[in-house]
């Protein structure tokens, strides 16, 4: 009898401190957590995706820089290795704003029915993020917002063999709606315009969405106007 009730004591010990232990890891994740439907959070992470155009790779370093900045590199293939792209982000986590470099190279692109081969564009633009209606989602501070809409404005350059130099601005305003922890959906309307160079006045628009299982896994979609649309595997670290 004695020995039952000891198995008993031990069994519910343990249990107590698996759900314990259970909790506990809960609490870390929810404190660790990486929101996927935010463009500008800062996390390491890899992707794989593809779609009508081929498949895409992607790799992020993100961490502190110093102070309330913080940084990430990112580098991609897309389209089954035909271009190439290299980013830079620096974001000032106590205002939500920052800097972006963006650059894409040997890129294959077509402007009013023209097509333009191998071209390179650089650009550097500012960034900020703004929540409204904001909604308890059970996120961590900074991340209980329902809707976050991100206004960015830059400056680029566009330069190929047989494409004339041009300089042009971009307005992006990618939002972002979280519909809990786990669900997102998104909208990002942009606008080029061509100073110098090339006449642009495109508007371009891609439907995003997303399903985050954990803080280190998700899964998300996307289709732009031209129809084309593709699917991507996100693994955070």
């Known amino acids: 009898m004695i020995k039952n009730r000891f198995l008993k004591v031990s069994i519910t010990s343990l249990v107590g401190l698996f759900s314990l232990s259970v909790f506990a890891a809960e609490d870390k994740n929810t404190e660790n957590w990486n929101d996927f ?22 790799g992020a370093y993100g961490g502190y820089l110093s102070g309330v900045y913080k940084h990430r590199f990112t580098a991609a293939a897309k389209n089954d290795l035909e271009y190439y792209e290299f980013d830079y982000l620096l974001l000032n986590s106590s205002t939500e704003s920052g800097v972006a470099i963006d650059s894409s190279w040997h890129r294959d692109i077509s402007f009013e029915d023209v097509d333009y081969r191998n071209v390179n564009d650089v650009s550097f633009g500012f960034f900020a993020k703004l929540g409204f209606f904001e909604k308890e989602l059970n996120y961590t501070d900074g991340m209980n917002r329902s809707i976050n809409f991100y206004p960015k404005v830059s400056v680029g350059y566009m330069w190929a063999e047989d494409m004339v130099d041009t300089t042009y601005i971009k307005l992006d305003a990618t939002t972002r709606y979280a519909i809990n922890k786990m669900l997102w959906v998104g909208v990002t309307p942009t606008y080029t315009y061509g100073m110098e160079g090339l006449e642009l006045k495109e508007w371009a628009a891609s439907l995003d969405a997303g399903i985050q299982l954990s803080s280190s896994f998700g899964i998300n979609a996307s289709v732009n106007d031209d129809k084309d649309f593709k699917g991507e595997v996100k693994f955070a670290f």
């Open 37 to 58: 439907s935010d463009p500008v959070a800062i996390y390491s992470n890899a992707t794989i995706g593809g779609g009508n155009k081929g498949v895409d790779i992607t």
